[in-house]
């Protein structure tokens, strides 16, 4: 029922941890491998797939050009899907397997939703794991707006992450195929296909969790580097990206293009608006030391309320309780408590490099 396409690239350490832990939880997809590699670790990972597959378990591996490009990856891969609903797999990402069959389910109980996807827990490690709620500062949220512009403009006003939610299939291959055409927006390719999928239908985010997510600079920067958009680069991908925006407004939001061409001015420079508001003024959101304490206490009706009223930083205080427990009362119980010792297996056994981040501005969760 589901397909997770898997970009990867010199990095057989995560491909092997990954596919050992969506054996070992028995996830209710099938893998496809986009590899390009250099020769020696795709002759590794090849014997990684060798070794894990089983009548259960075998994933495809495809063999892609050391020199292609992300994109173009993923658009080798899309004539290999033949299941309804599919999602990209970060190789340093691990999908819960109740996570994903929900959010399979609601796709085929709503068929007005193109898209669903649940929450996200982050994690470093060094001589301990430690667990993170990202989704709060990345704002995943739905988008139920019936009116494509108005999902449109919401995104604009805070930016989101959609790209690793389950899609379905022909509303996939066809963003991915349009999206592809605007290569040449670099950094902005993935905020081009979030904008086409908006404005091609409505997403919803499940409370559930969904993904577990390694805190890396690569995987959760929103920060653009500053001598790029001071370049000449920097240009050309601004406008191929204005020119998608139109290109989508008229193919999926019925646009003429005079119009198209007004209204994605207009996105443009809200988006960049956002854009700088990230890259150069980054507020990160520095909680008291009373949060450990209030995520691991009882907090009463009254106290509650009185602290409710307090001033925002203490607001801030009562989310972090909050979110606590939301995810303490999901991960208490099968089978996400499985998947979350598994992946601590996993990470421990894998000799990977410590994974250190900057977690300052996230709510660190108490598992």
């Not at 995560?14 to 795709?42: C, T």
């Not at 905020?191 to 409370?207: A, D, H, P, Q, W």
């Not at 139109?246 to 988006?271: H, P, W």
Request: with cysteine.
């Amino acid at each position: 029922m589901i397909t997770l396409l898997m970009p990867t690239m010199n990095r057989p350490i995560h491909v092997r941890r990954a596919l050992e832990y969506y054996k070992k939880i028995g996830i209710p997809a099938r893998l496809i491998i986009l590899d390009s590699s250099s020769k020696i670790i795709k002759e590794e990972n090849q014997i990684t797939i060798k070794d894990l597959t089983t009548t259960d378990f075998a994933p495809l591996y495809i063999e892609c050009e050391e020199t292609i490009s992300y994109m173009e990856k993923i658009v080798k891969g899309l004539s290999s899907i033949y299941t309804p609903y599919v999602a990209l797999a970060a190789d340093d990402d691990f999908f819960s397997a109740q996570g994903l069959h929900e959010a399979a389910n609601f796709l085929r109980d709503n068929q007005d939703y193109l898209f669903a996807q649940g929450h996200w827990l982050g994690f470093t490690y060094d001589t301990n794991i430690t667990w993170y709620d990202v989704g709060v500062l990345d704002n995943i949220r739905s988008f139920d707006q019936k009116d494509s512009l108005e999902r449109v403009r919401d995104f604009l006003q805070k930016n989101t992450i959609i790209f690793y939610s389950l899609f379905r299939v022909d509303a996939f291959v066809d963003i991915m195929k349009k999206s592809c055409k605007y290569a040449q927006c670099g950094k902005f390719f993935e905020c081009l296909y979030i904008l086409f999928t908006l404005m091609r239908g409505r997403g919803k985010l499940l409370e559930i969790p969904y993904l577990y997510r390694e805190m890396m600079e690569h995987s959760m920067g929103r920060q653009l580097q500053r001598s790029w958009m001071l370049g000449s680069e920097f240009n050309i991908a601004i406008q191929k990206f204005s020119a998608g925006i139109a290109d989508g407004l008229v193919s999926y939001c019925g646009f003429n293009r005079e119009k198209s061409l007004t209204q994605s001015k207009i996105m443009k420079d809200q988006f960049l608006d956002l854009v700088l508001k990230t890259s150069f003024s980054y507020e990160k959101v520095e909680l008291p030391s009373l949060t450990r304490r209030l995520a691991r206490t009882f907090i009463s009706r009254s106290k509650r309320d009185y602290l409710l009223h307090l001033s925002s930083k203490y607001k801030s205080i009562i989310k972090t309780f909050f979110n606590n427990k939301y995810f303490r009362d999901y991960f208490s119980r099968d089978p996400y408590k499985k998947e979350i010792a598994f992946i601590e297996q996993q990470i421990k056994q894998s000799n990977a490099p410590a994974c250190m981040f900057d977690t300052s501005m996230f709510t660190r969760i108490f598992l």
